[in-house]
């Protein structure tokens, strides 16, 4: 019997552990809680510190390249030694960065202390993964959206923070969030705990006969899939870098906005991808995940490529839209990969949702450097071209052809 079967009829037989799920998409959120606050503070930094756009831009390339290039890495780790406590070592790390991030006098302090916080980002995100593939039974979709949207809501909240804690408090307000770290570890080691049960009655162990199995060759339309879904997944991360990073500026500059005008705009955007990531699980296990991956990209084009240009009043619908609907891919690709590779779950998720950060990072550095020599609104127009780059999903194999292709 082929593995993707094996692991498949594995799954079914085991029920959803609703319990776990909800637990890791609460640690989720305090991880990207924390994480979120890096972008929270960039209108702060540009003044206090009188940083530049490719200053900020750098800033968010530490921070998102340093958990993405590593989440592979600590997948892959994991996938050959499963380490539970790895879950709270990873938010202790973000919580040393935290502080440094709080206290630091200048911008090269401020990269050491966003390179913990990627780090401790890095930790937690494959080993989160593999709970929720390990709670799921036969609902990973749903699994996979429940563990996302606690990160994708951590992430939203960033608006929030800028708006009613670091104006009124400015940097300093960043040392508050050592309590949601605290908070985050204490809740980790619980699901550390169960994590550890699970390899102790052999679970996991099974998941490791499995997985040594797989571990021939990979098919080469695999590879190609697996190459086509990084470069979609680049496309999605590079506009919503642009949106999250830069966005807020722009309705500085060209709308006349203040700073916690702005914040509400870019929540809209990030609470319908909280939305958007939560429905698109489910939506992807009814529907198709290569279906949902087009649909989240090519859906949302006409409405990216119209909000440079709409009056301020078109904004927070055709936000809210776009949030929604490019958004509604975050969990299912990473499940698609899953399915691509069963037999390597913690390194392609590592590899997926830290490629989302490491793109975006990059892209974060350009979209500095382009705003920094033309201007803001130049920016927008180039992001707003990026989800066109969906139509390259029509090249990925349908769920049925993947099925097909693991029981070669």
Same mark, same amino acid.
Request: with cysteine; hydrophobic share 50%; net charge positive.
């Given at each position: 019997?082929?593995?993707?079967?094996?692991?498949?009829?594995q799954?079914?037989?085991?029920?959803?552990?609703?319990?776990?799920?909800?637990?890791?998409?609460?640690?989720?959120?305090?991880?990207?809680?924390?994480?979120?606050?890096?972008?929270?503070?960039?209108?702060?930094?540009?003044?206090?510190?009188?940083?530049?756009?490719?200053?900020?831009?750098?800033?968010?390339?530490?921070?998102?390249?340093?958990?993405?290039?590593?989440?592979?890495?600590?997948g892959?780790?994991?996938?050959?030694?499963?380490?539970?406590?790895?879950?709270?070592?990873?938010?202790?790390?973000?919580?040393?960065?935290?502080?440094?991030?709080?206290?630091?006098?200048n911008?090269?302090?401020i990269?050491?202390?966003?390179?913990?916080?990627?780090?401790?980002s890095?930790?937690?995100?494959?080993?989160?993964?593999?709970?929720?593939?390990?709670?799921?039974?036969?609902?990973?979709?749903?699994?996979?959206?429940?563990?996302?949207v606690?990160?994708?809501?951590?992430?939203?909240?960033?608006?929030?923070?800028?708006?009613?804690i670091?104006?009124?408090?400015?940097?300093?307000?960043?040392?508050?969030?050592t309590?949601?770290?605290?908070?985050g570890?204490?809740?980790?080691?619980?699901?550390?705990?169960?994590?550890?049960?699970?390899?102790?009655?052999?679970?996991?162990?099974?998941?490791?006969?499995?997985?040594?199995?797989?571990?021939?060759?990979?098919?080469?339309?695999i590879?190609?899939?697996?190459?086509l879904?990084?470069f979609?997944?680049?496309?999605?991360?590079?506009?919503?870098?642009?949106?999250?990073?830069?966005y807020?500026?722009?309705?500085?500059?060209?709308?006349?906005?203040?700073?916690?005008?702005?914040?509400?705009?870019?929540?809209?955007?990030?609470?319908? *991808?909280? @939305? #958007?990531?939560? $429905?698109? !699980?489910? /939506? &992807? +296990?009814?529907?198709?995940?290569r279906?949902?991956?087009? %649909?989240?990209l090519?859906?949302?084009?006409?409405?990216?490529?119209?909000?440079?240009?709409?009056?301020?009043y078109?904004?927070?619908?055709?936000?809210?839209?776009?949030?929604?609907?490019?958004?509604?891919?975050?969990?299912?690709?990473?499940?698609?990969?899953?399915?691509?590779?069963?037999?390597?779950?913690?390194?392609?998720?590592?590899?997926?949702v830290?490629?989302?950060?490491?793109? *975006?990072? @990059? #892209?974060?550095? $350009?979209? !500095?450097k /382009? &705003? +920094?020599?033309?201007?803001?609104?130049f920016?927008?127009? %180039?992001?707003?071209?990026?989800?066109?780059?969906?139509?390259?999903?029509?090249?990925?194999?349908?769920?049925?052809?993947?099925?097909?292709?693991?029981?070669?």
């Amino acid at each position: 019997m082929a593995v993707a079967a094996k692991q498949n009829s594995q799954n079914v037989g085991l029920n959803t552990i609703y319990g776990v799920l909800f637990t890791i998409s609460l640690g989720h959120f305090f991880n990207d809680s924390l994480q979120a606050v890096v972008p929270a503070m960039f209108p702060i930094l540009e003044k206090t510190l009188s940083l530049s756009y490719s200053q900020i831009g750098w800033i968010a390339f530490v921070v998102n390249m340093t958990s993405s290039v590593m989440q592979p890495v600590f997948g892959y780790y994991s996938d050959k030694r499963p380490s539970p406590f790895l879950l709270p070592l990873g938010m202790f790390m973000s919580m040393i960065g935290l502080i440094g991030f709080g206290l630091s006098p200048n911008f090269y302090i401020i990269l050491c202390s966003v390179f913990f916080i990627g780090i401790g980002s890095a930790v937690f995100h494959p080993e989160g993964s593999r709970v929720a593939y390990m709670a799921a039974g036969g609902k990973r979709g749903l699994a996979q959206s429940i563990y996302q949207v606690g990160g994708n809501f951590g992430q939203s909240l960033a608006p929030v923070f800028t708006a009613f804690i670091f104006v009124p408090f400015g940097q300093k307000g960043i040392l508050s969030f050592t309590l949601v770290a605290l908070m985050g570890i204490i809740l980790l080691l619980f699901v550390s705990k169960w994590y550890q049960q699970q390899i102790a009655i052999g679970i996991q162990n099974t998941k490791k006969k499995v997985s040594s199995i797989a571990s021939g060759p990979i098919n080469p339309k695999i590879k190609m899939a697996m190459v086509l879904l990084v470069f979609i997944v680049f496309a999605r991360s590079w506009y919503s870098a642009g949106i999250t990073n830069f966005y807020q500026f722009y309705l500085i500059d060209d709308y006349g906005l203040s700073i916690k005008q702005a914040q509400i705009f870019v929540f809209i955007f990030m609470i319908a *991808g909280v @939305i #958007g990531t939560f $429905l698109g !699980g489910p /939506l &992807a +296990d009814r529907f198709g995940k290569r279906n949902l991956i087009l %649909f989240s990209l090519v859906g949302a084009a006409p409405f990216t490529l119209l909000l440079p240009h709409v009056p301020i009043y078109l904004v927070i619908p055709m936000f809210f839209l776009i949030g929604f609907i490019i958004t509604s891919s975050f969990s299912v690709t990473v499940v698609y990969a899953q399915e691509l590779l069963p037999q390597k779950i913690g390194m392609v998720s590592g590899l997926i949702v830290g490629l989302a950060f490491g793109m *975006g990072a @990059i #892209g974060a550095v $350009l979209y !500095g450097k /382009l &705003a +920094d020599i033309y201007s803001i609104k130049f920016v927008m127009n %180039f992001c707003s071209y990026l989800p066109l780059l969906g139509l390259l999903t029509f090249l990925l194999p349908s769920d049925e052809r993947v099925r097909e292709l693991q029981e070669k």
